[in-house]
C-alpha cells in the first residue's frame, strides 16, 4: 500500500521530534524518515529506538537528506529555529512542505516562511505549527509513539501560506492522532502566554524560591508532599527550551505577569485585612474553574 509520504526529515530528533518518527512509523506513514542534528551519538540512538530510519549531521549528508523530501518538521528549540531554516532554505526543494512545532509563533512565523519561500509574490511552503503535548522530561528516552494522540495542535497560516501546504500538515498531524485548528500566529502567543508558558514560570519561581528559603531554613524540601511535587512537575522541563520561550514571547508574558502580580497582591490583601470571606470567595472561584478542567 502507498504511503501518503516518501520521505519526512525531522529536525530535532528529542522529545517532540523523536515522538513524531515513532508515530510516523507505528503509522506507517512514510517510506523513510531521516533525523538531523548536530550531535551523532543522539542520531544513532534515534536510530536504536526506531524513531528514525537514518540521520544526516553535517552540510554535505544534510543536503542529501533533504532532497526527496515531501515533510520537513523544525523540531529544534525555538531559538534555534531561525537557524535551522537558514540551513535548510538552499537545499529545498521547491515543493517540499515545512512546519514546525514551535512553543511559540508570532514574528518567527513570518521570518520562518521568509526563509522558506524568499519570494513574497509566491505563496510560502512553511506552515507554523504548535502540538500542545510534551512531558516535563526531555530527550529521545522520553519520546512515545502515543505523545500527539488525542493532543491538539495549533496551526497558524498567514495570508501568505498556500493552502496546499497547510492542507498538508493538517493531515499529517490527524494522521499521528492529533485534533487541529488553526488561528492568527500573534493571538497564539497571547493565548499560551497565559496557559502555558506563565504556569511553567511560576513553577520554576516557586521552586527558586523554596530554595532560597531552605538556605535560611535548613531542609524545606524533605517536608514537601504530592501536591508541591504535582505542582512544580513542569520545572523539570528543558532549561533551554523555556530561556527561549520566554524570551521570544517576551512582551506577552511580561503582560500577563504583571495580571498575576494583581492576583497576588489582592489575595496578600485579603490576608493582611483578615477577610476570611474575601479570602474563600477567591478560591471558590478558582475552585469552579478548576472542576470543570477535570
Same mark, same amino acid.
Given at each position: 500500500?502507498?504511503?501518503?509520504?516518501?520521505?519526512?526529515?525531522?529536525?530535532?530528533?528529542?522529545?517532540?521530534?523523536?515522538?513524531?518518527?515513532?508515530?510516523?512509523?507505528?503509522?506507517? &506513514?512514510?517510506?523513510?524518515?531521516?533525523?538531523?542534528?548536530?550531535?551523532?551519538?543522539?542520531?544513532? /540512538?534515534?536510530?536504536?529506538?526506531?524513531?528514525?530510519?537514518?540521520?544526516?549531521?553535517?552540510?554535505?549528508?544534510?543536503?542529501?537528506?533533504?532532497?526527496?523530501?515531501?515533510?520537513?518538521?523544525?523540531?529544534?528549540?525555538?531559538?534555534? &529555529?531561525?537557524?535551522?531554516?537558514?540551513?535548510?532554505?538552499?537545499?529545498?526543494? /521547491?515543493?517540499?512542505?515545512?512546519?514546525?512545532?514551535?512553543?511559540?509563533?508570532?514574528?518567527?512565523?513570518?521570518?520562518?516562511?521568509?526563509?522558506?519561500?524568499?519570494?513574497?509574490?509566491?505563496?510560502?511552503?512553511?506552515?507554523?505549527?504548535?502540538?500542545?503535548?510534551?512531558?516535563?522530561?526531555?530527550?529521545?528516552?522520553?519520546?512515545?509513539?502515543?505523545?500527539?494522540?488525542?493532543?491538539?495542535?495549533?496551526?497558524?497560516?498567514?495570508?501568505?501560506?498556500?493552502?496546499?501546504?497547510?492542507?498538508?500538515?493538517?493531515?499529517?498531524?490527524?494522521?499521528?492522532?492529533?485534533?487541529?485548528?488553526?488561528?492568527?500566529?500573534?493571538?497564539?502567543? /497571547?493565548?499560551?502566554?497565559?496557559?502555558?508558558?506563565?504556569?511553567?514560570?511560576?513553577?520554576?519561581?516557586?521552586?527558586?524560591?523554596?530554595?532560597?528559603?531552605?538556605?535560611?531554613?535548613?531542609?524545606?524540601?524533605?517536608?514537601?508532599?504530592?501536591?508541591?511535587?504535582?505542582?512544580?512537575?513542569?520545572?523539570?522541563?528543558?532549561?533551554?527550551?523555556?530561556?527561549?520561550?520566554?524570551?521570544?514571547?517576551?512582551?506577552?508574558?511580561?503582560?500577563?505577569?504583571?495580571?498575576?502580580?494583581?492576583?497576588?497582591?489582592?489575595?496578600?490583601?485579603?490576608?493582611?485585612?483578615?477577610?476570611?470571606?474575601?479570602?474563600?470567595?477567591?478560591?471558590?472561584?478558582?475552585?469552579?474553574?478548576?472542576?470543570?478542567? /477535570?
Amino acid at each position: 500500500m502507498k504511503r501518503p509520504f516518501r520521505k519526512i526529515v525531522i529536525v530535532g530528533v528529542g522529545l517532540i521530534g523523536g515522538s513524531i518518527g515513532l508515530a510516523v512509523r507505528k503509522k506507517r &506513514l512514510a517510506e523513510t524518515v531521516v533525523g538531523v542534528g548536530p550531535r551523532a551519538d543522539e542520531l544513532k /540512538r534515534a536510530v536504536a529506538l526506531k524513531a528514525i530510519d537514518a540521520y544526516a549531521t553535517d552540510d554535505r549528508t544534510v543536503r542529501k537528506a533533504v532532497a526527496g523530501a515531501d515533510l520537513v518538521v523544525l523540531a529544534a528549540p525555538v531559538g534555534r &529555529l531561525e537557524t535551522s531554516a537558514r540551513d535548510l532554505s538552499s537545499a529545498l526543494p /521547491r515543493k517540499t512542505v515545512v512546519t514546525d512545532v514551535g512553543s511559540v509563533k508570532g514574528p518567527l512565523v513570518r521570518r520562518l516562511e521568509s526563509l522558506v519561500s524568499p519570494d513574497p509574490s509566491r505563496r510560502s511552503q512553511f506552515v507554523g505549527g504548535h502540538p500542545i503535548a510534551g512531558r516535563e522530561t526531555s530527550g529521545i528516552e522520553a519520546a512515545s509513539a502515543d505523545l500527539f494522540a488525542g493532543a491538539l495542535c495549533i496551526l497558524t497560516p498567514t495570508d501568505r501560506t498556500g493552502p496546499k501546504a497547510v492542507e498538508t500538515v493538517q493531515r499529517f498531524w490527524e494522521a499521528i492522532g492529533a485534533r487541529t485548528v488553526s488561528m492568527d500566529p500573534d493571538a497564539h502567543d /497571547r493565548i499560551l502566554a497565559t496557559v502555558s508558558h506563565l504556569p511553567h514560570l511560576v513553577a520554576y519561581a516557586l521552586v527558586n524560591t523554596v530554595l532560597e528559603l531552605q538556605s535560611k531554613n535548613g531542609d524545606l524540601l524533605s517536608y514537601s508532599g504530592g501536591g508541591f511535587r504535582d505542582f512544580t512537575r513542569v520545572a523539570a522541563s528543558s532549561p533551554e527550551m523555556w530561556r527561549d520561550i520566554c524570551l521570544f514571547n517576551r512582551e506577552n508574558l511580561l503582560a500577563v505577569i504583571e495580571a498575576y502580580e494583581k492576583i497576588l497582591d489582592r489575595l496578600k490583601r485579603l490576608m493582611v485585612e483578615g477577610n476570611a470571606e474575601g479570602l474563600r470567595r477567591e478560591f471558590e472561584r478558582a475552585q469552579a474553574v478548576k472542576e470543570k478542567l /477535570r
